[in-house]
Structure formats: C-alpha cells, structure tokens
C-alpha cells in the first residue's frame, strides 16, 4: 500500500477505510450510520451475542456498522465454523465468535502481505483466542493464494478487503483467485459474504488502489464466475449521497461511503 495512504491511516482514523494499517479505520468506526433499512428482530444467537459486554467498547459502533444485522443476513448460526478474512481490530470476529458459540469457531485469516504491514493487528488478535471469553477464535497468516481452515466453513467473510486482491501490495491478485478458494472453503450450502466501498458503475476494478472502491456489479460477475449462486443483498450501509469518484479517506465521505453487502451461496 502506498506510503501516503499508510500516513493518513496511522494518524488516526474514524471509518470506512480499507488496505493495510496498524490500526485499521474500519475498525474504530465511530460515524455516524449511512442509510438504513428496516433491521426486524434479531435472531437470539446474534442479539446475545450484540449485548455481551466481552466484546468491550466497540458496541459503541454497532449503530454505524450494523454488525449484528449484518450477521443476521448472513445467517449465522449457533454451531457455525466462520472464516473472518482479515480480521483488522477484531470487531467482526467478537460478534462471530459470540454467535456461533463454543461449538462454533473463527478462523482469523491474514494473507501474508498485508500481514506485513498491520503486525500490531495481527499481534493482538493472535492473543484474543488465549482469552477466556474468545477461546474460539484462532488465528493464522497464509500466502495470498491460500485460504484454509482446519475444516470446511459454514461462512467465508471479508469486510473493505475485496478490492485489495487486484492492488499491487497483495500481488496485483486477480479476485477470481479469492473467490476459488472460498468457494473450496466452504461446505456445500455456505455462505460467501462481501461488503466493500462502491465504486462509480462501469468502473470494474479501475479504481481499487486510488480510491479504494470497486463496481458492486463486477465483483457479483466474478464471484458468480467461480461457481456461487447471488442470493441477495442489503441496504445496510447504502449511502445514495456518496460521491464515488471520490477517495474512501476524503474528509467529504470518510465514514460514510456507499457500500455494498453481497451474499452468495455455495450450490449443494
């Protein structure tokens, strides 16, 4: 990731970025929320796990990042085995392990390079699972082209880091790559959720390492591309008001970016 785009991280962020960091934005989100949607009832597993007071002070964010209904629309069960590819702070591995409970696990992923650049992230989410309350959390760090678990998952999530696999810190990776290895990650019926910033419609991947956006429709050609089925999407953190052309980090749109929550099925 560009030096100036680590500058502007590290200085103390608020919401909505993405690429590698020591401290990820997009997890010290405190904005306020976009534009939402009618959210129902949580499912029990979700609504507990929302209300634990383990997951410390991030519940503050709940209302800006809507995890616990995103966590809903995924499906997330008691029981379940998840893949939260890369973790960042670990807001969305708390809400994850929580739900799916003890018989449940996480699986921490951090492809290598951006590993490299966010140690102190990976440092303290690598301490998470020795803790009482998240022992159900493990962590590892893979090559870019790797994403395996000791078993097949029931989830693979990524939140900001889609449009990272095409930029040249991560090896200018076509998403295809991605996209096959979730796809063998997962059991026959899981889930693949994405949730990135989007970018200006037509654009395809022409602004992943400027603005940090990608097309929502290219991303749903590709994943369907490696063998998943769309199933839908949210409105969650739809923002109307975004201006695409603009960068994720602009004062104009930080913390309030247009982003897309895509949800595919795995056939069987």
């Keep these: 990731m560009k030096t100036t785009i680590l500058a502007v991280l590290l200085a103390g962020s608020a919401l909505a970025a993405c690429g590698p960091t020591a401290a990820p934005a997009n997890d010290t989100a405190t904005a306020p929320a976009n534009d939402t949607a009618p959210t129902g009832t949580l499912p029990p597993n979700i609504a507990a796990a929302a209300a634990d007071p383990a997951r410390g002070t991030v519940t503050a964010t709940d209302a800006a990042r809507h995890g616990p209904e995103i966590l809903a629309f995924a ?76 078993e097949p998952v029931d989830l ?20 295809s790559v991605f996209n096959k290895l979730a796809f063998a990650a997962l059991k026959p019926g899981g889930t693949l959720l994405i949730i990135d910033h989007a970018a200006a419609a037509g654009s395809a991947m022409r602004d992943t390492d400027t603005l940090h956006r990608i097309d929502p429709a290219t991303v749903k050609s590709q994943v369907v591309a490696a063998g998943f089925e769309f ?38």
């Excluded at 696990?105 to 998240?134: C, M």
């Design 231 to 268: 199933v839908g999407e949210s409105p969650l953190l739809a923002n109307k008001s975004d201006d695409h052309s603009l960068a994720v980090f602009d004062k104009a749109v930080r913390g309030k970016t247009d982003q897309f929550i895509y949800k595919f099925r795995k056939p069987g």
């Design 75 to 150: 499906g997330v069960k008691a029981g379940d085995k998840v893949i939260d590819l890369i973790p960042g702070g670990g807001y969305w591995t708390k809400l994850f392990a929580k739900s799916v409970g003890p018989s449940g696990h996480v699986y921490g992923i951090w492809p290598q390079p951006y590993a490299a650049e966010a140690r102190s992230n990976v440092v303290d989410y690598q301490k998470l699972g020795t803790t009482p309350d998240f022992a159900n959390v493990s962590a590892s760090t893979q090559p870019a082209t790797s994403l395996t678990a000791a």
């Design 156 to 175: 693979v999530f990524t939140a900001q880091n889609y449009h990272d696999y095409p930029d040249k810190f991560m090896g200018s990776l076509d998403p």
